[in-house]
């Protein structure tokens, strides 16, 4: 018997502690060569995080340990290592039960030590799991199983002569149909159970079947915006993740009814999956006696068992596959999103748009705090324009106002248009800077608890104001504070998991915020929360202490603070800055436990740190001979990097996009308008721009560079400002089609080419009458659903391309993505 089984039936802490081993060898091994490491950097990573590490700390300031794996290195380890122990819990489980029903042998013991994900684990554990009675299991306790082993062992034999003598009314068996039916369960149960086999099958769908859709009878016209999967075909294997999304949003709705179908072109009398059945069973149809009998045994095994379950794997490893990316893209552009470029501590005004109800105006000074509100109608129906310039520029005056941040919502070119009006009256020398400010999510933080503690005596309207002005300032510090699901940089966010979802986004905010640290006497407790070691309820204790005692004069001072002990300190005191602290390392990010090696190089300089700190003192010093054993190569090049830098922000240098003027509404665009934009979205056919008419426009993936792009991120991502062509305007669908691409006929044509032999763009499937149909469509209840619509917008669904423009095939396939925003 294998130690598998020794150890299912035993407590053993031995034998457990060296099963253990095995299984920790086992993972550490695959992870290794998933992520592209050697598996002792996995076993010392797995090793801090049981130790409580947390991701940020491991990457900053245990490189040694970790071989230098970076953030994404580490939090796909963290990702692998949960999937790998659920898988591993799972696998004792299973060999638990099969043991306990004195079924384990040496031979299925080993097949489930190899088996490498939990559908092959599964396949193996089918013919034990505890099931309802079946038709099968009926059969057998009726005793007809003998005449199933009968007719497969030997043709020859007759099945309607052999099953007489089975037939037992009172066991339910009244005649030899019945007898036969009883019989061919027991052997299309048998088949089904068979894991080599259904694995073959699974992976013969996975290569060859194909996802087909059609509209549900009836549907036609409410799931219009599902248009383009109305008779939709498409490789299982091929399926981009927003598609996949779509048609499986488009069955929940109830207008699509999908297929996985394999094969359906094969004219020959026996499928090759139904071939695969039979080969592993040993039949073949030779014209005697029971070869029919078996063959529609073989036919039904796959049409009413195997079929159907490799169907719902395959589909839901089709949605496990597309939630994944989903998840990554939402991650990608969200990082994005967090570490765009601050406008600095300046006082700033936040306006708010808005028609009917006025434009909310919140003054926060440098540090964020909201001093001063307004409410200005410029709009109909008061059109007080003079009045509210009149309110802006005693605002603007009285608190030195240096930022304008207008929320690009409803009235925002509105708003804008009036903004420039009022800084022609103000002297150059004291006229601020106005930027247009992504608002997504802003009501959504008005609205909460955290947002009426911060400011409990403002209405919930100007709340917005501020936050707008808020995120112009910090956009990390602000950010935060809303659930990063509302901030609308994501595709189908609403559709994936949201266990998966909320961890991969909690791991992208806790990286940004620690790559970028923060100051400890300033930050608010939701922005201290995502440091390294800090929970909720610690960063409150950090701003209670902060509140009451004053503020911190150096990073020692935390292990004072309510329920902050050393671990906690250890995690966090690298991440934390204190300016003017009494000592100046405080205010970089060398972490405490490097001190007396930070001090040991400034020694070797012969200047006073303060000297030292933001000069090229060091250049001369070789960091080779500050190593020892407890601090390798890579801390103290990092310690050097830090001292002639301390406390250096990694985000990019603020700047902004200047709209056009004159161009305010989708009807002002005409095709070959130069614009310039900023990046909204970033998915994987292509890039959202914001060119201020209140409707992104779409960069196709094949129209974001003069040569071939695979993957739009590795060209833009969110926040960054492009210069963009427009080629395409539907305003009755509210589409925009843009191009990065250079004005050259040549060069599009070539992307086309490249694009083709490749197999289509990303955003194609395999329309109606074999026409190229792109899948996609507007977000609230189309197909795509990429989230971040602005107030008040909707849209239809998809537009095929018109193959007879050249010119205007790759602006037709973007346009077929675009989305309106919220």
């Not at 999967?229 to 993740?241: A, L, Q, T, V």
């Not at 434009?359 to 909201?370: E, I, P, S, Y």
């Not at 709340?463 to 112009?472: F, K, M, P």
Request: charged share 30%; proline share 4%.
């Amino acid at each position: 018997m294998s130690d598998l089984t020794s150890v299912a039936s035993s407590s053993s802490p031995a034998k457990a502690g060296k099963l253990s081993a095995d299984i920790a060898l086992r993972i550490s091994q695959r992870i290794a060569s998933e992520i592209g490491c050697a598996p002792g950097q996995v076993n010392s990573t797995v090793q801090l995080l049981d130790e409580g590490s947390t991701v940020p700390f491991i990457a900053r300031y245990r490189k040694e340990a970790t071989g230098g794996l970076d953030d994404s290195q580490l939090r796909t380890l963290e990702e692998r290592l949960i999937y790998m122990r659920e898988m591993e819990d799972r696998r004792k489980a299973i060999v638990k039960s099969i043991d306990e029903q004195g079924k384990l042998t040496d031979e299925l013991a080993k097949q489930i030590t190899q088996a490498d994900s939990k559908a092959s684990l599964e396949d193996l554990y089918l013919p034990y799991k505890k099931k309802r009675r079946t038709k099968a299991q009926i059969a057998r306790e009726a005793g007809i199983e003998p005449l199933s082993d009968m007719l497969l062992g030997d043709p020859n034999k007759t099945p309607e002569r052999e099953a007489v003598n089975f037939v037992d009314a009172d066991k339910g068996f009244a005649d030899t149909k019945a007898v036969l039916d009883g019989a061919r369960q027991i052997l299309m149960e048998r088949f089904s159970e068979n894991a080599q086999l259904v694995g073959k099958l699974r992976n013969y769908v996975a290569r060859q079947g194909a996802v087909k859709s059609e509209v549900v009878a009836g549907k036609e016209q409410e799931g219009a915006k599902f248009s383009d999967y109305f008779g939709y075909s498409e490789n299982w294997k091929n399926i981009p993740s927003h598609r996949a999304l779509a048609l499986l949003r488009g069955r929940n709705e109830g207008v699509l009814a999908l297929d996985l179908k394999v094969d359906e072109d094969d004219v020959s009398a026996v499928k090759p999956v139904e071939r695969m059945i039979a080969d592993a069973a040993g039949i073949e149809n030779n014209g005697r006696p029971a070869d029919k009998w078996l063959s529609d045994v073989v036919r039904w095994t796959w049409k009413v068992k195997i079929g159907l379950h490799v169907e719902l794997d395959l589909m839901s490893e089709l949605r496990d596959r597309a939630e994944e990316e989903a998840i990554k893209v939402f991650a990608r552009n969200l990082k994005d999103l967090l570490l765009a470029a601050p406008a600095g501590q300046r006082a700033t005004l936040g306006l708010d748009p808005g028609i009917r109800t006025g434009v909310k105006v919140a003054v926060v000074d440098a540090t964020g705090k909201l001093i001063d509100t307004a409410t200005i109608y410029p709009f109909q129906p008061r059109n007080d324009i003079q009045g509210s310039l009149a309110t802006l520029k005693v605002l603007v005056a009285k608190h030195q106002v240096s930022l304008i941040a207008i929320g690009n919502g409803t009235a925002s070119r509105e708003t804008d248009r009036l903004a420039a009006d009022l800084l022609k009256d103000i002297p150059s020398e004291h006229r601020p800077t106005k930027v247009m400010v992504n608002e997504a999510g802003a009501s959504v933080y008005s609205a909460s608890a955290l947002a009426a503690k911060e400011m409990p005596d403002v209405d919930v309207s100007l709340r917005g104001a501020a936050s707008i002005g808020r995120r112009l300032q910090d956009p990390l510090a602000e950010l935060v504070k809303i659930e990063p699901k509302s901030i609308g940089v994501g595709q189908y966010q609403h559709d994936v998991n949201q266990t998966k979802l909320a961890r991969s986004l909690d791991g992208v905010v806790e990286d940004a915020v620690n790559a970028v640290g923060v100051d400890l006497n300033t930050a608010s407790a939701p922005l201290l929360a995502h440091i390294s070691g800090l929970s909720d309820s610690l960063a409150n204790a950090v701003v209670d202490y902060r509140n009451t005692v004053g503020a911190f004069k150096n990073r020692r001072e935390l292990l004072k603070v309510a329920r902050l002990g050393p671990k906690a300190y250890e995690q966090c005191a690298g991440f934390l800055r204190i300016s003017d602290g009494t000592n100046p390392l405080d205010a970089s990010s060398v972490h405490p436990e490097a001190y007396p090696l930070a001090k040991k190089i400034i020694k070797a300089c012969g200047r006073d740190i303060r000297d030292i700190m933001g000069s090229n003192a060091l250049a001369n010093l070789d960091p080779k001979e500050f190593t020892d054993e407890k601090f390798g190569l890579p801390t103290v090049k990092d310690i050097f990097s830090e001292l002639e830098k301390p406390g250096r922000d990694p985000r990019p240098e603020f700047k902004t996009a200047s709209f056009q003027e004159g161009v305010e509404t989708i009807k002002d665009l005409k095709p070959g308008m130069m614009l310039e934009g900023t990046v909204t979205n970033v998915t994987n056919f292509g890039a959202f721009v914001d060119i201020g008419v209140h409707q992104d426009g779409l960069v196709h993936v094949s129209q974001i560079a003069d040569r071939f792009v695979d993957d739009p991120h590795t060209v833009v991502k969110a926040g960054d400002i492009v210069n963009v062509r427009v080629v395409e305007v539907d305003v009755a669908r509210k589409r925009i089609g843009l191009t990065m691409r250079k004005d050259s006929a040549e060069a599009r044509e070539n992307a086309r080419e490249r694009q083709a032999e490749r197999g289509g763009h990303r955003g194609q499937g395999n329309g109606r009458a074999g026409n190229p149909r792109p899948g996609g469509g507007a977000r609230g209840g189309a197909p795509h659903g990429n989230g971040s619509q602005k107030k008040g917008s909707h849209g239809g669904g998809s537009k095929p391309a018109d193959s007879s423009d050249t010119n205007a095939m790759a602006a037709a396939l973007a346009a077929a993505f675009n989305k309106p925003k919220r």
